[in-house]
């Protein structure tokens, strides 16, 4: 029969039994251009399943085909090679059962006490009246005033802060809303971190890691102590879970976004970590963040500036220097593109603030002066997540640091 027919009547692909070809398991009859399977392939093709079934590799099966046939066995040498090959492979079975036992026994170990471990009380997030004097509405400077609350321990959870004109701040299960954020409220595209690595590209994975480690080791993080940090676009808190052992315990952290649903995601895992830290996380729109001017001691720009970038030709760097100190820190990190396909989604009046020749200089206009920098290497491929550059473009990771009025 030919091989269509062989593989259909043995429930086996095409493709496997041309591998089984190859490694000469199976050599069937040529006759012309095509392959006839007869009962000796069939013979040969049943011996391979038996001995898979045994736990033998193809490469073991190879040489037992070759010893068996090459040496033209009789019945006391196959019985002495077969009963041999059978002990040896049981053998390594055994000792696989074992590891694997041993295996077995040190993830029980391990789970019983990730059970019993006691991580300590779950922290519990809002905005400590202290911190009250860091607000500011966004419309007229004027201070937020306590309308209504549920107060303890001086943190606020639930209320309502209203300035004199009219604008109010919401603090809603621990988390800050500050003017129309209908937009805010748009459902996650996935459930959790996890299932975002999952599918993402792992050379986007990678330069997103290599840039974590980057900020750990070049930033002086004790130039933090007792400041007010600000992050751009909390999203999903890769930042804020990697730097936070970082992050001084006497400084405060406000954690912004325009999307709320991030902001509960990452409030709650960092709540469950039960880290020692003043975190205040802060939904609202960007050209609109209820602080007062030069109040910011370090702004964190991960892949903020880049976000807004894909919905607006400002750089939003521009847009928030009036909340930095005269002194203040940056720590940038920003996608940028290599070249641009006549396709892209970076619309061509934004596509300025992805280059490396435009952000630089825009930065150093602000006022800022280089500690350090880094260009990560290209990335080509796109993933689910991760859409915002097509098949052609290379983009890359830049990452500074520097302060205001700062030398080297």
Same mark, same amino acid.
């Given at each position: %029969?030919?091989?269509?027919?062989?593989?259909? /009547?043995?429930?086996? +692909?095409?493709?496997?039994?041309?591998?089984? %070809?190859?490694?000469?398991?199976?050599?069937?009859?040529?006759?012309?251009?095509?392959?006839? =399977?007869?009962?000796?392939?069939?013979?040969?093709?049943?011996?391979?399943?038996?001995?898979?079934? %045994?736990? &033998?590799?193809?490469?073991?099966?190879?040489?037992?085909?070759?010893? +068996?046939?090459?040496?033209?066995?009789?019945?006391?040498?196959?019985?002495?090679?077969?009963?041999?090959?059978?002990?040896?492979?049981?053998?390594?079975?055994?000792?696989?059962?074992? $590891?694997?036992?041993? $295996?077995?026994?040190?993830?029980?170990?391990?789970?019983?006490?990730?059970?019993?471990?006691? &991580?300590?009380?779950?922290?519990?997030?809002?905005?400590?009246?202290?911190?009250?004097?860091?607000? +500011?509405?966004?419309?007229? #400077?004027? @201070?937020? *005033?306590?309308?209504?609350?549920?107060?303890?321990?001086?943190?606020?959870?639930?209320?309502?802060?209203?300035? #004199?004109?009219?604008?109010?701040?919401?603090?809603?299960?621990?988390?800050?809303?500050?003017?129309?954020?209908? !937009?805010?409220?748009?459902?996650?595209? =996935?459930?959790?971190?996890?299932?975002?690595?999952?599918?993402?590209?792992?050379?986007?994975?990678?330069?997103?890691?290599?840039?974590?480690k980057w900020i750990r080791e070049n930033v002086d993080f004790s130039e933090l102590n007792n400041g007010l940090i600000v992050e751009l676009g909390t999203g999903f808190g890769f930042s804020?879970?990697?730097?936070?052992? /970082?992050?001084?315990?006497?400084?405060?952290?406000?954690?912004?976004?325009?999307?709320?649903?991030?902001?509960?995601?990452? /409030?709650?895992?960092?709540?469950?970590?039960?880290?020692?830290?003043?975190?205040?996380?802060?939904?609202?729109?960007?050209?609109?963040?209820?602080?007062?001017? *030069? +109040?910011?001691?370090?702004?964190?720009?991960?892949?903020? @500036?880049?976000?807004?970038?894909?919905?607006?030709?400002?750089?939003? %760097?521009?847009?928030?220097?009036?909340?930095?100190?005269?002194?203040?820190?940056?720590?940038?990190?920003?996608?940028?593109?290599?070249?641009?396909?006549?396709?892209?989604?970076?619309? /061509?009046?934004?596509?300025?603030?992805?280059?490396?020749?435009?952000? $630089?200089?825009?930065?150093?206009?602000?006022?800022?002066?280089?500690?350090?920098d880094y260009k990560s290497g290209y990335i080509n491929n796109s993933c689910e997540f991760e859409s915002f550059f097509v098949k052609g473009e290379k983009i890359y990771s830049y990452l500074?640091?520097? #302060? !205001?009025? *700062? $030398?080297?």
């Amino acid at each position: %029969m030919r091989i269509g027919e062989f593989a259909k /009547k043995n429930d086996v +692909s095409i493709d496997t039994l041309r591998h089984y %070809m190859d490694l000469e398991l199976i050599v069937p009859h040529k006759k012309g251009s095509y392959y006839y =399977f007869g009962e000796g392939v069939q013979k040969s093709f049943d011996k391979i399943n038996e001995l898979k079934g %045994m736990g &033998f590799t193809l490469k073991e099966i190879r040489n037992i085909f070759l010893y +068996s046939t090459l040496g033209n066995l009789r019945h006391e040498e196959k019985r002495n090679f077969y009963n041999s090959v059978y002990k040896e492979k049981l053998l390594n079975i055994e000792k696989e059962i074992e $590891s694997l036992n041993n $295996s077995r026994e040190s993830i029980l170990h391990k789970l019983d006490e990730i059970r019993n471990k006691d &991580f300590g009380d779950e922290k519990t997030y809002g905005l400590d009246i202290s911190n009250l004097e860091l607000f +500011s509405c966004s419309d007229c #400077g004027a @201070s937020f *005033k306590i309308e209504s609350a549920n107060i303890e321990n001086n943190l606020i959870t639930n209320g309502r802060l209203s300035c #004199g004109c009219g604008k109010n701040l919401i603090i809603e299960d621990g988390i800050l809303i500050y003017g129309d954020n209908e !937009k805010a409220f748009v459902d996650l595209d =996935f459930e959790n971190v996890g299932e975002y690595i999952e599918k993402t590209d792992d050379e986007f994975l990678g330069n997103l890691y290599k840039n974590i480690k980057w900020i750990r080791e070049n930033v002086d993080f004790s130039e933090l102590n007792n400041g007010l940090i600000v992050e751009l676009g909390t999203g999903f808190g890769f930042s804020i879970r990697n730097l936070l052992d /970082k992050i001084p315990e006497n400084s405060t952290y406000i954690a912004v976004d325009h999307n709320i649903n991030k902001l509960k995601y990452i /409030k709650s895992v960092l709540e469950k970590s039960c880290v020692e830290r003043n975190i205040i996380f802060l939904c609202c729109d960007f050209k609109e963040i209820p602080l007062k001017k *030069k +109040s910011v001691d370090c702004i964190l720009d991960f892949v903020g @500036s880049t976000s807004y970038g894909f919905e607006s030709s400002d750089f939003l %760097m521009n847009i928030v220097d009036k909340y930095s100190k005269d002194q203040a820190i940056l720590i940038g990190s920003y996608f940028l593109f290599a070249n641009f396909m006549p396709d892209g989604n970076i619309a /061509k009046e934004s596509r300025h603030i992805f280059t490396f020749d435009w952000i $630089s200089p825009e930065i150093e206009k602000l006022g800022y002066i280089k500690k350090s920098d880094y260009k990560s290497g290209y990335i080509n491929n796109s993933c689910e997540f991760e859409s915002f550059f097509v098949k052609g473009e290379k983009i890359y990771s830049y990452l500074y640091y520097g #302060g !205001k009025g *700062k $030398s080297l």
